[in-house]
């Protein structure tokens, strides 16, 4: 048999001669000789070296000659895995038996040459992460990375494997960040691939906190109360999440008109409830009521989202026969009646869904709506009026009705408050002065006489104001002290100074009115807030001075609403007053029922006490 040699390694070849009868001959040198220098090469002390795998005959001659024959075997000079990185791609929280690859293992000799039918031994530094098998073929186990070796003849390949998941990521998106504790909204997910491509896959959805908000199998959320909840929605190995807060359902700023009111919730969501009569309540009725000559209205209770949802409102005040609201970009919309043009876009018509006021290019930030009319501050602090003008409440020296808003006679003068009443508007200015205009019959324009001003006139006394409100036909303001000054008419009581029946032409203190931030005046009655306590005087038809009373009586000095109640914000409207308790920060109304403008039930005509209103639906 032939002599074997790797190709690595090399061969020594001995060379003896013989003579006569066997006998060795010594001292010869022997010339050497390879059959094919191309496989192996000999030098001349018979070291064979290997060039390449093969068959080659080595010959020695000294005068005569002798050869053996030697074969080249391959000899593994290294490894190398094919491909040198891979991945397992899978699809469920726990990897299948299909979840597998198969990868190579190539070995190489000593001279670049590929070999064949080469055993190879396989080993996974990270068996919990992936298995290897005798053949190669490499079964994922969990998420990670393993190393896996290939060794043959002493040499190694090293490749690694990496077990991922199929979905890359997975985003979740949400219609909104913020909502209100019964809202519903539907969430979305998507997974993506590595490469960015979506692909379709299931989701399961989990709340962090069920108590505050439920997801369905489909990402629809009903959120049952205020708090804070992230949404996550899971395929395979990835998650995506989003938070969302839900706000308290309530109202945080109210407004009350003649038989329907008004607020805005968190995140500027308008709501109104009452008498639907010429649109008013910005919303379609649900449901009929009557009032005390059986005459059927359209009515909504409980408080109900007002037409045009997309409008977030920062205030907005209830009139008479209609009312207007301020969007947070500072724009203007009215709703409800526009008889004498108090909508305030150019005659287009009123109705339900509010509608942009014509101004230009102007903004604004405060509001007040009267009985026909209304006003409203620009940035700058100038009035601008709209609506009824027969009394030249508009301010803007001539009596004509204004479809548009159009600013007072004297824009000289900066305002940083203003109040719209029954015929007359006041106002007060940055530095505190008051001004009034419009109707003065019974003295409400407080310049000491009963005449009535087209422009602004200053209230007589020289005193200065942090709060004014024009009511039907009389007016109260809160002075820097917290004292209260009322002037106008006092047939009911409504300037709270112990007597009814008359007018005061100039402002007129409550006796002992002191500790007062709040003030508000109707058409009949007025109410406030004194060291965090609501009260009211004048006349209550309807219960609507809260003092427990429904018999129709005079309240002629400032008395606290049943049961002390503690209250943020008051409002008085036609016939009823609704203020915020600062206790529950939710809203409570008492006075005329008729029209369901109490916010929580039909069945009682009216109420001296307060109410707590439905939450906003």
């Not at 024009?470 to 303001?477: D, E, F, L, M």
């Amino acid at each position: 048999m032939p002599d074997t040699i790797r190709a690595t390694d090399r061969a020594v070849f001995f060379a003896s001669a013989t003579g006569k009868d066997n006998i060795p001959l010594p001292n010869l040198r022997y010339a050497w000789r390879s059959s094919d220098p191309t496989i192996a090469t000999v030098d001349s002390a018979g070291v064979v070296t290997p060039v390449r795998t093969g068959t080659v005959t080595i010959r020695a001659s000294a005068g005569k000659v002798g050869h053996a024959t030697l074969v080249i075997l391959p000899a593994t000079e290294a490894v190398r895995i094919v491909p040198v990185t891979d991945t397992i791609f899978v699809d469920e929280p726990v990897a299948t038996a299909s979840d597998s690859l198969r990868i190579r293992a190539l070995a190489v000799d000593v001279f670049g040459q590929d070999l064949e039918q080469v055993a190879f031994e396989w080993h996974s530094t990270s068996p919990a992460v992936a298995t290897v098998d005798a053949t190669g073929l490499v079964r994922a186990v969990s998420l990670g990375v393993t190393t896996v070796t290939a060794t043959a003849q002493g040499r190694s390949g090293q490749g690694l494997v990496h077990v991922v998941p199929v979905v890359a990521a997975v985003e979740v998106t949400s219609p909104a960040t913020q909502v209100l504790a019964l809202d519903t909204l539907q969430l979305s997910a998507v997974a993506r691939a590595y490469d960015g491509t979506p692909i379709s896959r299931a989701f399961g959805w989990t709340s962090s906190n069920p108590s505050v908000a439920t997801v369905d199998a489909s990402g629809r959320v009903v959120f049952l109360a205020a708090g804070q909840v992230t949404f996550t929605a899971r395929s395979a190995f990835r998650v995506g999440s989003t938070t969302i807060t839900a706000l308290e359902r309530r109202l945080v700023f109210i407004d009350a008109g003649e038989d329907f009111t008004c607020g805005v919730a968190p995140l500027g969501r308008g709501y109104c409830w009452g008498v639907t009569d010429d649109g008013r309540t910005a919303a379609e009725a649900d449901s009929s009521c009557f009032d005390g000559l059986a005459e059927q209205h359209g009515c909504i209770l409980p408080p109900k989202r007002m037409n045009r949802p997309d409008l977030r409102f920062a205030t907005l005040s209830a009139g008479g026969e209609s009312a207007c609201g301020i969007t947070i970009d500072q724009q203007l919309y009215c709703w409800g009646s526009d008889t004498f043009g108090q909508i305030g876009n150019g005659g287009a018509g009123g109705g339900s869904t509010p509608a942009l006021a014509t101004v230009k290019q102007e903004r604004f930030t405060v509001l007040s709506v009267g009985h026909q009319h209304a006003c409203a501050l620009n940035l700058t602090g100038t009035a601008y009026c709209w609506g009824n003008d027969a009394f030249g409440q508009l301010g803007d020296d001539r009596r004509g009705h204004s479809t548009t808003p159009i600013p007072v006679a004297d824009t000289t003068l900066q305002f940083a408050v203003i109040s719209a009443g029954g015929r007359h508007t006041c106002a007060l200015t940055i530095s505190g002065a008051a001004y009034c205009w419009g109707d003065g019959a019974q003295g409400q324009l407080g310049n000491g006489g009963t005449l009535g001003s087209e422009v602004p006139t200053p209230v007589a006394g020289g005193l200065s104001f942090v709060a004014i409100s024009a009511g039907g036909s009389h007016t109260c303001a809160i002075d820097t002290v917290g004292a209260v000054h009322c002037w106008g008419d006092n047939s009911r009581g409504q300037l709270g100074v112990g007597v009814s029946g008359g007018t005061r032409l100039t402002p007129t203190p409550i006796p002992g009115a002191s500790g007062y931030s709040q003030i508000s005046a109707a058409v009949r009655h007025t109410c406030g807030i004194t060291s965090g306590v609501a009260v009211c005087w004048g006349g209550s038809d309807f219960g609507e001075a809260g003092d427990g009373n429904v018999i129709p009586h005079d309240v002629v000095v400032p008395t606290a609403v049943s049961g002390a109640f503690q209250a943020s914000a008051i409002v008085a409207g036609y016939n009823h007053t609704c203020a915020i308790s600062s206790v529950s920060q939710l809203t409570w109304c008492w006075g005329s029922n008729r029209f369901g403008t109490l916010g929580n039930e039909y069945q009682a005509a009216a109420r001296a006490t307060p109410q707590l209103v439905a939450r906003p639906r």
